[in-house]
């Protein structure tokens, strides 16, 4: 491996490292003077929101890491200083996923917390897709070669989740609940290993 790849790899583990590690931190107990089983019980049930954020943003963080390590590992062979730059903007956003994860937990009924950590979402989304285009269309970087359908599926993966974090923006303000439920689905897509097989499948397009 190129030696600047892996010091851009190094970095981005730590980044996500950390990132992934503050999200529990988030997660604060508070103290009961005198707790009992019930006390505990009805702790824990009001504090499924900060549970179900601290999961959903974990699977978002894993991932874009996976998405991450699939261009910087194995599709960009090389780099210069613009894709640095995208890398980096890149591991800006993802170190911003706490606090939105965390406004998301503490109020989740608030369609604005959805649109925060949509919005988000999004961003990551798309500075990874600057990533592999910029790899792709540069003429001083090296990258993989790979078929009209690999970079099908590789788009399908970075599109479907930002595709489906604006859907659950416009969908808060009807209900929070549901907009939620779109964002998970968008994650399960990208955590199931042939999901853009069916979907390319389904629609021919492989064909």
């Known amino acids: 491996m190129n030696k600047e790849v892996s010091r851009l790899d190094i970095l981005a583990d730590g980044i996500f490292a950390i990132v992934m590690t503050i999200l529990v931190f988030e997660i604060k107990v508070p103290e009961i003077s005198n707790p009992t089983n019930q006390e505990i019980l009805n702790l824990l049930k009001n504090s499924y929101p900060l549970f179900l954020s601290y999961i959903l943003s974990f ?3 894993f991932t874009y890491w996976r998405g991450y390590h699939s261009i910087v590992s194995d599709f960009a062979k090389s780099f210069d200083v613009n894709f640095q730059n995208i890398a980096g903007a890149f591991l800006l956003f993802v170190a ?3 606090f939105s994860s965390h406004l998301l937990g503490e109020y989740s009924g608030v369609p604005m917390s959805v649109v925060v950590f949509s ?3 999004m961003i990551i989304g798309l500075l990874l897709f600057f990533m592999r285009l910029y790899a792709w269309k540069s003429h001083t970087m090296k990258n993989k070669r790979v078929t009209k ?3 099908t ?3 399908m993966r970075i599109f479907i989740p930002i595709f489906f974090s604006l859907i659950s923006i416009f969908i808060s303000f009807i ?3 549901i907009a939620l439920t779109i964002l998970t689905v968008a994650i399960i897509f990208n955590l199931l290993k042939r999901s853009t097989k069916i979907i390319c499948q389904f629609l021919e397009i492989e064909k």
């Open 96 to 98: 911003l996923i706490p």
């Open 119 to 121: 919005v988000n979402v």
């Open 153 to 155: 599926h590789a788009h």
């Open 175 to 177: 209900n929070t609940n």
């Open 59 to 61: 699977a978002v963080l």
């Open 149 to 151: 359908i690999e970079q």
